[in-house]
């Protein structure tokens, strides 16, 4: 399956970048979170990763090229159809186990330690004290 990888929006207020030059060619192979392309834009140079993994098939522009915002930058083609093959096997395993059922085990119930209780002190005749406080 194809993946089209776009330019996204890396900025705020950013529309578009130059291609300062691609990390990869077409062949090559990639994984998920490699850089591929290193951008510009009116604020600093950055590499973007790979959305996914796969074969880089096309390489639309070239280093110097201005690419607004959700244009293409790579396409890719991905292995989608393998990674789904393998996880459902896997899904069939996980189905076929029965849960634990824990709701019969035995719960054991601490208490937390008790504080001595200490008698309150004798009432103490009412003094008016003033407090020295700025406002808020």
Do not use: C, N
């Not at 951008?39 to 590499?47: L, M, P, R, S």
């Not at 029965?98 to 719960?107: I, L, T």
């Amino acid at each position: 399956m194809k993946h089209a990888f776009k330019l996204p929006d890396v900025g705020e207020g950013i529309a578009e970048a130059e291609i300062v030059e691609y990390l990869v060619k077409a062949g090559d192979q990639v994984k998920a979170d490699q850089p591929v392309v290193r951008i510009e834009t009116d604020k600093a140079v950055v590499e973007l990763p790979s959305p996914v993994s796969g074969v880089v098939v096309e390489i639309p522009h070239k280093p110097g090229d201005s690419v607004r915002v959700g244009e293409t930058l790579l396409v890719i083609e991905t292995e989608a159809a393998e990674a789904a093959a393998a996880v459902e096997p896997a899904k069939a395993v996980e189905k076929e186990a029965p849960p634990e059922d824990r709701s019969r085990a035995p719960v054991k119930i601490e208490e937390p330690p008790r504080k001595a209780e200490v008698p309150a002190p004798a009432a103490a005749p009412a003094e008016r004290v003033q407090v020295q406080a700025t406002p808020h």
